[in-house]
Every structure is written in C-alpha cells, then in structure tokens.
C-alpha cells in the first residue's frame, strides 16, 4: 500500500495561499492522490483528487509533480475557517466479487493553523 | 442534502453490552464504509461494502460485524463491547460505477465504553 508523509502541522497569515506539501513516493501507476480535511469534531471533506494532471476546482487547487512523487494542496486565499487537519491519502483499490472500491488509508495529516 | 446520516450521535456503554451504530445515505451509492478515529490519530477502516449484498475487512475489524441492510444503509454492530473499542465512528459512501470518486462522510458516533 503506498503511503504519505506530511508536516505535523503548519501556519498560514488569514488571506494569503496556504500550499500543503505531501510525499508519496511509492505511489502506484493508477493510484490517485485525494486530500481531505477534518474540522474539529466534524466528519471528513473531501477536497480534491487528481492521478497526474493539475486539478482546480472552487475549494482548491492540487499539484503533482511529473514523477508524481508528491503533490501540494493549494488553499488561494485561506481563511480562518479553513483551519482543520488534511490528509493527503493515495486511495488502495479494492475488489470484491467483481465489484471496485476505494479503500482510504489515512495518517496522521498536517493541522493548517490559519492566523488572524 | 441530509448526505450521510449517523445514529445515535452520542452513546456510552459498559462493558459486554452490546450495541448497533446505523448509517444511512441518500445519495444512491453502491460503496459504503466504516471508520473508527481514535485521539490524534487518523480514520482506519473497519469494514467496507463495495456493492449491496457484500462485504469486506478493513484494517481493524476484530470485534465488530456489519450488515449492509439495503442500498441505503449500513450498521455496525459491537456484539460484546470493549474499553478499547471507545472512539469515534465514522460512515461514508461513494460512487462504484467510477470507483475513483470521492467519498461523503458522516458528522460521526461518538461513543465510550467504561
């Protein structure tokens, strides 16, 4: 199973780009990088997944980089509700009686402290 | 868009009782799942169900049973609760079809066992 490797936790000034770094040089050819963010006491978010292109939608942008070794979460413009853990997960595919499914294999994340 | 929808929210057991944790989607998944997320640490899957009518072990799922009722719901259930087994438990589901697709959690059960 590919793993991460993220930074315990980080700062960001309210209104400049937070970019979340993330590790996973293990990663398998058809493996997708997906990050998810957990507010305190609240379930998961999904946030963004991408395989090898860039993805942007409206809550985020995702990079990886072309050896696909690691990739950065940009949040543009942070703001202090965006402070929560994210986990950059690289999914586990799982096969069942012919039936595929995504088996997520969370660590420990980066807390994002966004600052006033 | 009620989503993914956990019950009870909140629940203490003693030892040995037993206990279902219910989940419910409304978003016409085939894929649900479940997590526990113990203090500082990040979700381990306990069980998943690709597909309605079958299931399949995560990575910690001693000590619990699931069922995956309907194409809606899914319990898990803690036949003879254990101390160790206190944490938060968390539902979610996604797409099959495109197996790629993101998945919706839940808000979570918390629950303690003393």
Redesign the interface.
């Given at each position: 199973d590919a793993k991460t490797t993220q930074p315990t936790s980080m700062d960001c000034a309210e209104g400049r780009a937070a970019n979340l770094p993330c590790n996973h040089s293990t990663i398998s050819g058809n493996e997708?990088v997906?990050w998810?963010r957990q507010i305190h006491?609240?379930?998961?978010?999904?946030i963004i997944?991408g395989?090898k292109n860039n993805e942007t939608n409206e809550m985020a942008s995702l990079i990886i980089t072309e050896d696909r070794k690691s990739s950065t979460l940009i949040l543009p413009h942070a703001t202090l509700r965006d402070t929560a853990v994210y986990?950059c997960i690289v999914?586990t595919?799982?096969?069942?009686?012919g039936?595929?499914?995504?088996?997520?294999?969370?660590?420990?994340?980066t807390l994002l402290a966004v600052q006033p | 868009n009620a989503g993914?929808t956990q019950t009870p929210k909140f629940q203490v057991l003693k030892t040995g009782q037993s206990m279902t944790l219910q989940c419910a989607q409304d978003m016409n998944h085939?894929?649900m799942y479940w997590?526990r997320q113990d203090p500082?640490?990040?979700?381990?899957?306990i069980y998943?169900s690709?597909?309605e009518g079958?299931?399949?072990k995560?990575?910690v799922p001693n000590g619990y049973n699931v069922s995956r009722l309907n194409k809606r719901e899914f319990s898990l259930r803690l036949e003879s609760a254990a101390p160790s087994q206190t944490s938060v438990y968390?539902c979610?589901s996604?797409e099959?079809r495109d197996?790629?697709q993101?998945?919706?959690?839940?808000?979570?059960t918390r629950l303690s066992i003393l």
């Open positions: 997708y997906y998810y006491s609240q379930g998961p978010q999904y997944h395989l986990y999914a595919r799982g096969t069942l009686y039936g595929a499914t995504n088996k997520l294999i969370f660590g420990t994340g | 993914v085939n894929s997590y500082g640490m990040g979700l381990r899957l998943y690709a597909s079958t299931t399949d995560g990575e968390f979610a996604s099959l197996s790629n993101p998945q919706h959690f839940g808000d979570g």
